[in-house]
């Protein structure tokens, strides 16, 4: 008798858990879908004691780079204790590609106002590929606490509509060509 109660009341908790994670899953599965919203996937090494040295993110390479096929390129840095360069210049409603990485610690890289939010991990290309379409400043404060100057931390993206969107011959554009 007392052994069949038990029974039940292990049923109901099964069921009530049962839909809990029920919920979840579709909670995930609707927003992966509508909001793009996934995990970090950009497995990408890179050597942290040299990246100022040679390639990809030497300085003169830094900030936001038209491509042939008008899409965006911003590289940066993110080092103790700040971001390199401070000011991100986008255009809207264009496909951006925002490839992030760090010489020395952890640091977080996010965008106010959008769903722009990786950690940036030495040894590792973070890279986000996105379109803002609000024109105006974003902060970008550092989320990852990387020691003393932490608060000291931030950059400003900012999204230029077309007209003000006017990189040099080479393709690059940086916040002092705004006009
Ligand atoms: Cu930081």
Known sequence: MDERR???????????VAIAVGLMVIVIITTTL???????????????????LAGEF?????GAQENDDGTVTVRLVATQFAFVPRCLPVPAGRQVTLRVTSPDVLHGFIVAGTNVNT????????EITTEFDKTGDHLMPCHEYC????????????????EEWNPDENGRMTCDLIP
């Open 58 to 62: 030497v300085e003169a390479n830094l």
């Open 6 to 16: 038990i029974l039940k009341a292990e049923l109901r908790w099964v069921i009530v």
């Open 147 to 162: 020691g003393l100057g932490h608060s000291n931390m931030w950059a400003v993206l900012r999204v230029l509509p077309e």
């Open 34 to 52: 509508t909001n793009a919203l996934h995990p970090p996937s950009n497995v990408e090494t890179i050597d942290p004691a040299t990246l100022h």
């Open 119 to 126: 950690m940036v991990v030495p040894g590792y290309v973070a």
